[in-house]
């Protein structure tokens, strides 16, 4: 092979190597380029880790600095390209290195064992070997990259036989690797021609092995905008109730204004004689009369007000007493997001009270600190519920359509870069979650 292609080549796996160290700093940060400005960044950092090929020629300067510049270049383009704090830009900087020089040794030193030969012997042979090797290593650090972010930030969002696919591209891609490896230094008599439809076929291999995975990775994502369309199903749903609930109120609101007016004239007429246990009798209707009438809350945003009012009005109807304060204006924040959290931890709190026998109560309490908004509700409990089930499973026999409350909850938190946390004080359970402000 000419030292042409050997410069072309060695450019190219470069461009691809930098393309695989931003892409898996991307997964880690939950984030992609977007809009004319991302994407321009995102170019711009990859041409600029052409530097390193350039280094590659004074290996006393590469071998010292190259860790460190790589380091410096992929936090830059994280501080400048993507949103979150400064330890997580750090995290994956380092991690996107650390994994690329474990895959690296991993493959280098296997094929050294492989093909007995020593690591340095067979890195300078531009061979058909060097080319395989060099390919593999690229192919194994994307699938393991993959794998490792999707541990750690979507172990709910794939399903099991995702998860064997993915694992099984990893596992069918090395084996490859290594049965070109084989082949070609095994026998001799294999000629140059022979030994590219070899390689090829390898490639082709590799190839099969990156499609599987994007058509897993494109069934998640449908599986997520099917999520997505029930959720704003679910929007609508309670934007019709939130009419209802207004309709309703304001006929209550009439019927009091008309029950107020009829006590209260004869009331004032009959002050002087009436009998001061009557009197108290009158002014208790007139209390209950205004216990009954239903209060709206109105933050400014109409999803987020039908979606507080409907929970409230299912809870009182449950003869729920809830009380419900909120001081926060509601701006900044995703209210699909917020609504989808909001709505699960009152069911499950409404589910809680119906095990409670006396007094049943929840507080609302929403608030914005220090760009955060944080939501708290409490209901009552008679028992510590983490003491006994302290990974909030559900308890009801159908599993199925039961206990995906806590996991959408966890799952939404994860995505918005938020907090989730379950803790009890006296004889309240508490969840509290709090949102980044935009």
């Known amino acids: 092979m000419s030292a042409t292609f050997w410069k072309v080549f060695e450019l190219a796996i470069s461009v691809w190597e930098n393309i695989l160290l931003l892409e898996f700093c991307m997964d880690f940060m939950q984030q992609k380029p977007k809009g004319k400005k991302g994407k321009i960044l995102w170019g711009i950092a990859v041409l600029f880790g052409l530097i390193f ?13 190259e860790m460190w510049i790589t380091l410096i270049w992929l936090f830059v383009y994280l501080m400048v390209g993507t949103q979150g704090s400064v330890l997580r830009k750090v995290t994956a900087a380092v991690v996107a290195r650390a994994v690329l020089m474990m895959v690296n040794t991993a493959i280098l030193f296997g094929g050294s064992f492989i093909l007995q030969e020593s690591v340095a012997s067979f890195i300078q042979d531009q061979d058909t070997v060097r080319i395989a090797i060099m390919l593999l290593s690229k192919i194994s650090y994307f699938f393991v990259g993959k794998l490792l972010n999707s541990l750690l930030f979507e172990r709910e969002n794939l399903i099991s036989w995702q998860w064997i696919v993915m694992g099984c591209n990893l596992v069918f891609s090395i084996i490859a690797g290594n049965t070109i490896i084989l082949v070609v230094r095994d026998l001799p008599s294999v000629q140059m021609q022979e030994q590219k439809w070899i390689l090829l076929c390898v490639c082709c291999i590799w190839l099969m092995c990156l499609i599987m995975y994007f058509i897993v990775q494109q069934m998640s994502k449908d599986n997520q905008t099917k999520l997505e369309y029930e959720l704003m199903k679910e929007k609508e749903k309670y934007s019709k109730e939130s009419m209802e609930i207004i ?8 019927e009091f ?48 007000d039908s979606m507080i009012n409907t929970k409230i009005t299912l809870a009182r109807s449950e003869k729920v007493d809830v009380k419900c304060t909120i001081l926060s204006k509601m701006e900044g924040i995703d209210d699909l997001e917020f609504c989808s959290v909001f709505g699960n931890l009152m069911d499950n709190a409404i589910e809680a009270e119906r095990k409670v026998t006396e007094k049943k109560e929840i507080i609302i309490f929403v608030e914005e600190k220090m760009g955060y908004l944080r939501l708290e509700i409490q209901n009552k409990i008679e028992k510590s519920v983490l003491n006994e089930n302290s990974s909030l499973n559900t308890t009801k026999k159908d599993t199925s359509s039961h206990g995906i409350g806590h996991k959408s909850v966890k ?28």
Request: charged share 30%; glycine share 4%; proline share 5%.
């Open 257 to 304: 204004k008309h029950d107020l007016k009829n006590y209260l004239l004869p009331l004032q007429e009959a002050m002087e004689t009436m009998p001061q246990s009557e009197m108290v009798k009158v002014w208790e209707k007139i209390n209950q009369k205004i216990e009954d009438v239903q209060t709206l809350i109105q933050t400014g945003n109409s999803y987020v």
């Open 411 to 438: 799952r939404t938190m994860q995505k918005v870069g938020g907090a989730l946390k379950y803790y009890e004080t006296g004889d309240l359970f508490c969840a509290e979650a709090v949102f980044p402000i935009k």
């Open 53 to 65: 090929p350039a280094l590659e020629k004074y290996p006393a300067l590469y071998d010292r600095w």
């Open 247 to 254: 309709k309703r109120s304001n006929e209550e609101l009439r």
